[in-house]
């Protein structure tokens, strides 16, 4: 699939998708959402990508749904509507490119480098790590332009902040400064503009150098599906049988031998065919549809 929206490129293990309509502030749209799905779906494919990140083109990261048909943007019925779905159309059953972000086994860093409003800062929660430059600003601004919280903030918002700290955000609807995020928990670092890719290369590289391809896969899949649990047992009933198997399989053989070793690991596991039986439901349900 070419890409109209998006710049898509790999260096090494990490891949970059770059939000490329600068003109508008990486405004959204539907065909962006729909490359965004298949960029994701596309890292998910490819063994040689460890880690995908997501930033702006310009000084915005994205400046929210693409407004410029005037009022009727959010109607369906309307030309130029930037809805989610027309009129008698349903979601996309697989979540779109919320579904795409949330099942990706590779753990993705979302780079904010300017403004994230709107579905520009609800497409960046189901990724793994977000940090950004200083001067970033959030917005859940649902509520100011009369419609609700979208692409499934409702669910992972709370999640990432607690209930009490997405509640004042999303029921004021202002616009938060980065330094604010920080402090409630939406992201995890604040930087420099200039240091803002190098930063989130840092951290896929740290990633990408010292894990296992397949552990990693599985990890990000347990943490998000059993996080919030009410009670351990489901997942005692998963993650005690999955260490033995991994353990009698040739990664931990290879990390083992690299720590005693004191040299880098090289794991033989692939993702696209090493993930085992047992776990191969992790992830399968997305929370909610783009």
Not at 43 to 57: C, F, H, K, S
Not at 134 to 140: H, I, L, P, T
Not at 219 to 242: C, F, I, N, V
Not at 255 to 277: H, N, Q
């Amino acid at each position: 699939m070419g890409y109209e929206t998006l710049i898509y490129e790999t260096d090494g293990p990490v891949a970059t998708v770059t939000l490329n309509r600068p003109e508008k502030l990486n405004a959204y749209t539907g065909q962006m959402g729909a490359e965004l799905a298949d960029a994701f779906r596309r890292v998910d494919a490819d063994d040689e990508v460890r880690v995908v990140i997501v930033t702006g083109a310009g000084r915005g990261f994205c400046a929210g749904a693409d407004i410029s048909s005037g009022a009727g943007a959010f109607d369906t019925r309307a030309e130029g509507s930037v809805a989610f779905a027309g009129p008698g159309q349903a979601r996309p059953s697989d979540g779109g490119f919320v579904g795409a972000i949330f099942r990706c086994r590779k753990p993705s860093i979302a780079a904010i480098n300017g403004a994230a409003v709107g579905v520009g800062a609800t497409l960046t929660l189901p990724m793994d790590i977000r940090i950004a430059a200083e001067g970033a600003r959030f917005g859940f601004v649902f509520a100011r332009r009369g419609l609700v919280p979208e692409a499934g903030s409702a669910w992972f918002l709370p999640r990432l902040v607690g209930l009490p700290q997405a509640l004042r955000w999303c029921l004021s609807g202002r616009l938060i400064p980065a330094e604010e995020a920080l402090a409630g928990g939406l992201i995890s670092e604040v930087v420099s503009p200039e240091r803002l890719l190098t930063r989130a290369k840092e951290i896929a590289l740290e990633i990408a150098e010292h894990t296992a391809p397949v552990s990693i896969a599985l990890t990000r899949q347990m943490l998000w599906q059993y996080g919030s649990a009410p009670d351990p047992w489901e997942l005692l009933k998963l993650d005690g049988p999955l260490s033995m198997e991994l353990g009698a399989g040739p990664d931990v053989r290879e990390g083992v031998a690299a720590f005693l070793e004191k040299r880098p690991p090289k794991f033989p596991g692939k993702v696209s065919t090493d993930i085992p039986e047992r776990a191969a439901g992790l992830g399968s349900a997305a929370p909610s549809d783009a």
